[in-house]
């Protein structure tokens, strides 16, 4: 399984299930054990086993799911994606020049096994998240030191900026969990955190299961997505693998599972109208987008990639994708109302749609007809249906164009060289803070996008710790993108879960979460 920022397959994990394929599991309840027979227990079907129970070693939807309710982060995101302390007592103090966070630690707080959380576990554990994680490692270079300043304090010096380092911190995706440091071995034997469930079992194929922790410390404020009070309603969660979509959503409505993840977009009718479940939508879960290939070919001329951008009409991309409108969001703005980075700069040339708006830029352009190559992949169903679409729009603009549809693996290979493609079709979870996706901001990612318009504006905005400054500076690099189409953004999609009727209190989010859930009898 690959990081998601790389798009290499992680999304169909957690998104729409388009293209949910597999053998069921085989999910005999008798096989609990004795201890299993607790006040209140949840089955959880997820779709599939998962690779490892370390958030560490794998950026996998899947482990994050299961072992957050385990581990927590000093930091994490509320349902406005702002950033949040968790096992931090507050936000971290910064020095004047952006490179120190001194941060506090919550006291009182126990791990799994009785013993205090103290600033030497904070220590251990993100030096591991330094060394094995995908992004640990990118942020290496940028850390000088991670340190104790006393039991309950820690102190992170870097040597150049980093105002995504709490984002990065706070992403519960190969995430920054804090673990008893005597605990902390590779491969991990003990799980011991402090959330408000610990591990109990794991039978591969069969389940993995956690326990109320009684002893949690729960931090006062609301519940606010991963953010604020949580408490263990529910004395046992079973996470169950169950690979076949079909038998997830025949399992919810028979009341052998209370949650269900993952259902094809084809079972909304079904769930939604079912006396024992309900259909859960969770929105924006992520982004079907464009890259262009600015090096080589006629996309490097940013006339013709505006061209590109007027053709373009986004409710029908959408529409192709995914079938019905309560699946996707006509959306401008890369970040929705409430998010720090909400902006509609730029949005005015979104979802044109305008033919012959983008003749005439192509007539400006002395666009000589190469074809443009669509590079995309019939694994993800929702692309290649965008693909013929995307054609017919540019076709009917005056472009020339040509459909690549090849395997994943494939247009991962090839979208690194910029003879082979114009525009690929790929997609992304939707990313708290703006430099966690898509790659395309950085340098160096297929495209290879690097103007001095992108260099100032992206200046400013990584050079600005202030989160709240960093929101209005966004919105100066979303105009840049829009000005220079470095890639198109089309919307945003959910994902499709299904939910007992019993089960009381439970939130949508990117990662389901169940605390703060209960069962009714």
């Not at 408490?231 to 997830?248: G, H, M």
């Not at 898509?438 to 600005?464: H, I, R, V, Y």
Request: aromatic share 10%; charged share 20%; with cysteine.
């Amino acid at each position: 399984m690959k990081d998601r920022r790389h798009c290499t397959g992680a999304l169909t994990r957690r998104g729409l299930g388009l293209a949910a394929t597999g053998l069921a599991a085989a999910t005999l309840f008798g096989t609990f054990p004795a201890w299993a027979q607790t006040t209140t227990s949840a089955n959880l079907a997820m779709i599939g086993e998962p690779q490892s129970l370390d958030p560490m070693a794998s950026t996998a939807d899947l482990v994050s799911i299961i072992m957050q309710h385990v581990y927590e982060p000093l930091f994490t995101f509320d349902s406005n994606s702002a950033v949040q302390p968790m096992l931090a007592a507050g936000m971290p103090t910064i020095s004047p020049d952006g490179k120190t966070y001194t941060v506090e630690l919550r006291k009182g707080v126990k791990f799994h096994n009785g013993r205090e959380l103290a600033s030497e576990d904070v220590v251990a554990s993100l030096k591991r998240w330094v060394d094995m994680t995908p992004r640990g490692k990118a942020l290496a270079k940028s850390i000088d030191s991670i340190s104790a300043k006393g039991p309950s304090t820690v102190e992170i010096k870097l040597n150049e900026l980093q105002p995504a380092l709490l984002a990065h911190l706070a992403l519960p995706s190969g995430f920054a969990v804090i673990m008893a440091k005597e605990s902390i071995a590779n491969p991990l034997v003990e799980f011991i955190g402090t959330g408000p469930y610990k591990f109990r079992e794991r039978k591969p194929d069969q389940y993995v299961v956690l326990v109320k922790n009684d002893a949690y410390s729960s931090r006062s404020e609301p519940a606010s997505g991963y953010a604020g009070k949580r408490e263990a309603k529910i004395d046992e969660l079973r996470f169950i693998p169950v690979p076949n979509a079909n038998t997830r959503v025949e399992g919810v409505l028979a009341g052998q599972y209370q949650f269900a993840d993952q259902l094809p977009v084809e079972s909304f009718k079904k769930v939604s109208t079912a006396p024992s479940a309900t259909a859960v939508l969770t929105m924006p879960y992520g982004f079907p987008y464009f890259p262009t290939n600015t090096k080589q070919g006629p996309m490097a001329d940013v006339k013709i990639r505006q061209a590109f951008q007027m053709a373009l009409n986004a409710e029908e991309l959408l529409l192709a994708g995914f079938g019905d409108p309560k699946f996707y969001q006509v959306a401008g703005e890369h970040f929705p109302k409430g998010s720090p980075f909400y902006s509609t700069a730029g949005a005015d040339k979104y979802n044109k749609g305008d033919a012959e708006g983008a003749k005439k830029l192509l007539a400006e352009a002395k666009y000589d007809g190469t074809p443009i190559r669509i590079l995309n992949s019939k694994q993800y169903d929702f692309h290649n249906r965008m693909a013929l679409v995307m054609a017919e729009q540019l076709k009917a603009a005056g472009f020339n164009v040509t459909l690549d549809v090849v395997d994943w693996a494939t247009l991962v290979q090839r979208r690194g060289d910029p003879a082979l493609w114009d525009v690929y079709i790929t997609h992304s979870a939707f990313m708290p803070d703006p430099m966690l996706s898509p790659p395309q901001l950085g340098d160096g990612a297929p495209g290879w996008w690097k103007t001095p318009a992108k260099d100032a504006a992206l200046s400013a905005f990584n050079s600005e710790p202030d989160t709240a400054k960093r929101g209005a500076l966004w919105g100066k690099v979303q105009q840049v993108i829009y000005d220079e189409v470095p890639y198109i953004r089309a919307g945003n999609f959910a994902s499709l879960s299904g939910l007992s009727k019993k089960m009381k209190g439970y939130t949508p989010m990117m990662m389901p979460a169940f605390w703060n859930v209960e069962l009714t009898k």
